[in-house]
């Protein structure tokens, strides 16, 4: 999973006001009355694998859709923006300053629920423990650093604070803590069942952020306003499919193995089964889950962080009535 998630402003994004009128999602519409659209992927991963079932499922209903693979949520971004892309899914920060911006983005579904915590070695129970210690983040701008400043912030007890240090991602921020470089860190549930699956030393959760956050949402779908106008039955053809699949894993996990194995062939997928387990358990995978409340709970942590100016409400961030048809 992507532990990097920035929350800092992009720069690049400025020009994004500059294109606010562009429209279309890059969609046409076919003689017979489908839509051929483009769908933005963001390295692929077992989040991603529910999306692309979905993509399947709206070619099958006779639409045309393409889809590309890109680095950085941010470049898929400007594409939104630009008209090039139709529906893309990732990290909800750029989308949102985008949207403050006025690009014509809107938010129309999650993509996955928070799954970070703060994981560290055996007898540390407190934000007080973790005092002076060595914590891993991966970068000053991450959302998962946002939530744990937050956390230590107002857990931690006066002149108290860890020793946060920079070292990378969260499969290697967990290594790191396996091999007793850092005491702590924010770890997704991901990489927690593959260290707590091969055996190594069992880790104590200090907090999760899925029950102290509940109403952030770190990765959304959302679409080029002109194409959700413009190609309505195919944006909702798409959404009701992503609901669907995000059901089918709910009924069972190994669903989400099935597809791993078809759309991420090439990655060891060894743990998939337990991670998937986790998911499920944890009810991470629920598409319709955005309300106005929740967002707007998602709005105002990203205030908090200083990524976006206070002001921005749900309903300028987003579109629900694609998850309300799905439900």
């Known amino acids: 999973m992507r532990?990097?998630?920035h929350v800092k402003r992009i720069a690049a994004l400025?020009?994004?006001?500059?294109?606010?009128a562009c429209g279309g999602g890059g969609a046409g519409t076919n003689a017979d009355g489908t839509s051929s659209f483009t769908v933005a992927v963001i390295e692929p991963d077992l989040t991603t694998v529910p999306i692309l079932a979905a993509v399947d499922a709206v070619r099958q209903a006779g639409h045309q859709v393409k889809v590309v693979e890109l680095a950085e949520p941010e470049l898929a971004i400007e594409g939104l923006a630009k008209g090039d892309y139709a529906i893309s899914a990732e990290a909800t920060s750029p989308a949102l300053i985008a949207i403050e911006q006025d690009a014509p983005i809107k938010i129309i579904a999650?993509?996955?629920g928070n799954q970070w915590a703060i994981y560290s070695k055996p007898g540390i129970s407190s934000c007080d423990d973790?005092?002076?210690?060595?914590?891993g983040i991966f970068s000053e701008g991450a959302v998962a650093t946002a939530m744990a400043k937050e956390w230590v912030g107002a857990q931690c007890g006066a002149g108290k604070r860890p020793d946060y240090l920079t070292i990378g991602g969260s499969d290697v921020r967990a290594q790191a803590l396996v091999a007793g470089q850092i005491d702590a860190t924010p770890l997704e549930i991901s990489d927690v069942a593959v260290l707590e699956s091969s055996g190594k030393e069992k880790f104590t959760q200090v907090v999760d952020f899925g029950k102290t956050l509940p109403d952030l949402h770190p990765q959304t779908v959302y679409a080029n306003a002109g194409f959700l106008t413009e190609h309505k039955a195919a944006a909702q053809a798409f959404?009701?499919?992503?609901?669907?699949e995000h059901a089918k894993i709910n009924a069972d996990p190994r669903y989400?193995?099935?597809l791993a194995a078809k759309y991420l062939p090439d990655e060891d997928t060894g743990h998939v089964a337990e991670i998937a387990e986790r998911y499920v358990k944890a009810k991470l995978f629920d598409a319709p889950a955005l309300t106005e409340q929740?967002?707007?709970g998602t709005i105002d942590f990203f205030v908090r962080a200083g990524v976006i100016k206070q002001g921005?409400?749900?309903?300028?961030?987003?579109?629900?009535?694609f998850i309300k048809a799905a439900a």
């Open 130 to 135: 973790l005092s002076g210690r060595p914590f």
């Open 294 to 296: 929740n967002l707007q």
């Open 3 to 5: 532990a990097g998630t």
């Open 239 to 244: 959404v009701t499919a992503l609901v669907r």
């Open 110 to 112: 999650d993509v996955i």
């Open 256 to 258: 989400l193995v099935s």
């Open 312 to 321: 921005m409400t749900a309903k300028d961030a987003a579109d629900l009535s």
């Open 14 to 20: 400025a020009v994004l006001s500059a294109v606010a």
